[in-house]
């Protein structure tokens, strides 16, 4: 192998001195390991530093993958790949919230520099496990004010920032938009949490009453009891189902199509991946760019920012998203009117 000829420039200097030709050998060897050693003491160095940034993500489900990728985009905004500047901790209760304080604890402690928190369930257990942690969280029913995560939303002042929507009311635009596709909805089923949805629940009975349409409310906490829902309402003959956001609902979204395909229910849900399942409707924000959103809080907080001066965001873009399949399946027509303002229809 040719040596670089600054290297062999040096080693004829030393020859130059006349020491006795053992001497030279070993100089030789010295003057070129010394560059090496240096170079590779760089780049271990260089590896303990990138490895040094480590992001725990909670929740009681595992993580969508198309979400989680999009919370790596978001870091990678910032300068963040991960399994190269960053690693990625994942930790979840397996859709059992009893078990999320635990898990929630065993995140803390393995010391992550960030925890990205999904879900209202689990920013409450990280809040309760940390109290200096920063976090980043992603929570579609709650707002942090009233529950004291932050001072105000322009400046949180504590250590929990992210991604909030706290609009009750929308579940009362979904009512209303079900309305214009069966005007003479009667009856209407309502499937959630009890608490995590109490102020949905609350906003969708006001909407409900007001357009004279009787109410009958389930619980929707786990997989089993969304199946139980969703055939309690088919058996009481409803006209409608709205199914309110949480991150079970979530992670079940294609299950929740499916039954409703089956039993002949109108549904609608918070997520538009509900309506590319099969579902009939959803209206509500774009929770893939939330999470790209939280990926990029999370890079800021570790290139030094602190969350209590990262404004909460709140959802921008609201999409209205209808199957048509679905409706003629059901033997639904939508309306033109509702058509022109759909930001996207499924063929």
Not at 38 to 64: C, E, F, H, R
Not at 78 to 84: I, N, S
Not at 97 to 105: Q, S
Not at 106 to 134: M, N, Q, W, Y
């Amino acid at each position: 192998m040719d040596l670089p000829s600054a290297l062999w420039q040096d080693c004829e200097a030393m020859r130059s001195f006349a020491l006795p030709r053992r001497f030279w050998t070993r100089a030789r060897w010295v003057t070129l390991t010394i560059p090496i050693a240096t170079s590779l003491l760089i780049l271990l160095l260089a590896d303990a530093q990138t490895a040094a940034k480590k992001v725990g993500v909670l929740g009681i489900t595992p993580s969508v993958p198309a979400n989680l990728e999009m919370f790596k985009q978001g870091l990678a905004q910032l300068g963040y790949t991960e399994g190269q500047q960053v690693a990625i901790v994942e930790k979840h209760a397996d859709s059992e919230p009893a078990r999320l304080a635990a898990v929630a604890a065993e995140l803390v402690g393995s010391k992550p520099d960030v925890i990205f928190a999904r879900g209202p369930a689990a920013v409450a257990a990280a809040v309760r496990a940390t109290t200096t942690i920063p976090i980043v969280a992603v929570d579609l029913e709650s707002d942090p004010v009233a529950l004291g995560y932050a001072k105000t939303l322009a400046q949180p002042g504590g250590h929990v920032t992210g991604v909030f929507l706290d609009l009750p009311e929308l579940s009362a635009k979904q009512l209303q938009l079900f309305r214009e596709i069966v005007p003479r909805l009667s009856r209407v089923a309502l499937v959630g949490d009890s608490v995590a949805n109490a102020a949905q629940y609350r906003a969708t009975e006001r909407a409900a009453k007001a357009f004279k349409v009787q109410v009958q409310t389930f619980e929707g906490r786990t997989a089993a009891e969304l199946d139980a829902a969703m055939e309690a309402a088919r058996r009481n003959g409803v006209g409608a189902v709205v199914v309110f956001s949480s991150p079970t609902v979530y992670s079940k979204v294609a299950r929740i199509a499916t039954l409703a395909r089956e039993k002949r229910l109108p549904t609608v849900a918070l997520f538009s991946e509900f309506a590319e399942a099969g579902g009939l409707l959803t209206y509500g924000p774009n929770l893939r760019e939330a999470f790209r959103r939280c990926g990029a809080y999370v890079g800021k907080i570790l290139n030094g920012a602190k969350p209590a001066d990262l404004p909460i965001e709140r959802p921008e873009k609201f999409e209205l998203v209808i199957n048509a399949r679905t409706a003629k399946a059901l033997g639904l027509t939508i309306p033109d009117s509702l058509l022109r303002r759909a930001d996207r229809i499924i063929e």
